[in-house]
């Protein structure tokens, strides 16, 4: 028998990055020995939003979810050892993408690099930020701007480098169906090719070497023939669009490149071991089919929805990867889906409503202005909605969860709080000590100077990416860059969705939802209150907005005065804002590991002013040990991801209000 050439393998990396440079450095080391092909950095919150570790907002925020690099010499250690014209680096990282990529850059021409070499993507899509994740910063059109003018530099000087990963990922992990998926990301990639276009900065000549490293980040569900169609359904389009719109000739340029996380939504804190099935199904639909193969695949860890994952959960997905590409041989065959009535038959229905969709976006002015009018959001926030109303209806079925919900004792969750990995809670005090030495040490009257010629070409209409880079090697710091831009474009509040989302919970006579209502009713006609009112609030810089939405139009539907102000507040301006609305309850959702730091917080404050009577429920990733802490700390409840049942979780919240009111308990089912 002939043996079969096997197809090269596609980038397999692993999403990591935590505490420091120092410690992050060593974790990237110990992955690359293990056979990790790629990099795929994970910075803090603090990073992401444009803050340094000492502002107030990033309390209890650094190091939490990722590494942080304040300044040069962070990113000089996060690379240390690793020489980066050989590596191909992925960044997470959007509002404040041109700020890394400059440090990246400028440590690698330290290294000695030929920087046109460098080979890696930086997620830059800040369209999705405003959907689905929140790590926004400015407005759209300087946003824009930042991305235009960084796509332009790099096919310039860095011709190897993906300036940007169109994010349908966190689309899904939103609520999206597969056509919103597609159909977002697609009319993201058509604002950022026009601006791009339009700015002149891009000979008509060189229009498909931009095409060309234009990259996707992709999300993949655990509908296996669905996501695989998905995928196909992606290509077909984005071969049109490129085409079609811009002229761009070559089969090669045009080509849909993408990389994948595999769905995180969809983990679950019930049972977790079954995480590792649905994410292998979930691997499968993005590598089976040769003609719809990701260029790039991260697998999340077993253990995601209990809290950070260990090295060893690390590990342990980058080996499903690598028992797939080098023990199977799925990479000896052409397409094995080539043929197939019923495939084909399904991407031609996602191909045709993803169109009609993209018209429809396009008709409203493109993917900003929709952004601008709340239209993506809110159709998310429902689509979500939708999503978890069947699951709790039990018409979408989660092994564990709302099925087969009795299990033996798990093994690898019995000391739940070893499970998982925490930062220690000093690193953030020695992480701001290294910061003011930095500053300290610094030439000042250079990293004055560079941030004067950022903000003045910011003000006109140069390319930012020089002045971003002269900032860079004059030791300017991320939360300076970041506020000498904030100074000139301002800030961006997105619309939340949540006031225009729709009923998807129906609350017939008899249902429980109904029955809520009832508690509701009785309870604020008991206290004399006109209507219950609830307090949603995101204390610090955590921008999955999710869950707290789910919350705030459930409890809306229930009949609650629902105030709702969007993400990154400071626990101060969710206690006035508590006292202001007089609110009967204030729920706390943060995802992001900072509840043991913010939450104290936000109690502390409310009994200072005389409030200590408001009940405090809090949602989020929260460890056992930590769920105990709290409720000592004076929380009144605390909702895991377990706690999937919204409408129980309001019908908990109300006896909460009653509790803390003296009022007899309800005898009311909910």
Known sequence: MTERQKDRPWLMRTYAGHSTAEASNELYRRNLAKGQTGLSVAFDLPTQTGYDPDHILARGEVGRVGVPVSHLGDMRRLFQDIPLEQMNTSMTINATAMWLLALYQVVAEEQGADISRLQGTTQNDIVKEYLSRGTHVFPPGPSLRLTTDMITYTVNHIPKWNPINICSYHLQEAGATPVQEISYAMSTAIAVLDAVFASGQVPEDRKGEVVARIS??????????????????????????????YGIEDAKQRRFRYGVQVNSLGLTEAQPENNVQRIVLEMLAVTLSKDARARAVQLPAWNEALGLPRPWDQQWSLRIQQVLAHESDLLEYDDIFAGSHVIEAKVEALVTECLAEIDRIQEMGGAMAAVESGYLKSQLVSSHAERRARIEAGDEKIVGVNIFETTEENPLTADLDTAIMTVDPANEARVVAKLHEWRDNRDEPRA??????????????????????????AGVTTGEWSWALRD???????????????????????????????????????????RLR??????????????????????????????????????????????????????????????????????????????????????????????????????????????FGITEIIGRIVDEIRKANKLDPLEVPA
Request: charged residues 25%; contains cysteine; negative net charge.
């Open 216 to 245: 996707f980040f992709v999300n993949a569900g655990v509908r296996f023939i669905e996501e695989m169609c998905k995928m196909r359904a992606f290509g077909r389009i984005w071969d049109k669009v490129t085409r079609e719109r």
């Open 448 to 473: 004055q100077e560079a941030l004067a010629a950022l903000k003045a070409t910011a003000a006109g209409d140069g390319n930012l990416f020089e002045a971003t880079l002269e900032c860079a090697r």
């Open 488 to 530: 000139v474009f301002g800030e961006f509040r997105a619309p939340t969705g949540v006031s225009s989302a729709p009923v998807a919970v129906t609350a017939e006579q008899g249902t429980p939802l109904a029955l809520v209502r009832e508690k509701v009713t009785r309870t604020a006609d008991e206290l004399g209150s006109g």
């Open 534 to 643: 609830l307090l949603v609030g995101k204390p610090g810089l955590d921008g999955h907005s999710n869950g707290a939405e789910q919350i705030a139009v459930r409890a809306r539907d229930a009949g609650f005065e629902v105030v709702y102000q969007g993400i990154r507040l400071t626990p101060e301006q969710i206690v006035n804002a508590a006292l202001a609305e007089d609110v009967h309850c204030v729920g706390l959702s943060i995802l992001s590991g900072s509840h043991a730091e913010l939450v104290p917080d936000v109690l502390n404050r409310l009994r200072e002013a005389g409030a200590s009577d408001i009940p405090v429920i809090v949602g989020g990733i929260i460890p056992n040990a930590d769920a105990a802490d709290l409720k000592r700390a004076g929380v009144a409840a605390v909702f895991t991801p377990k706690d």
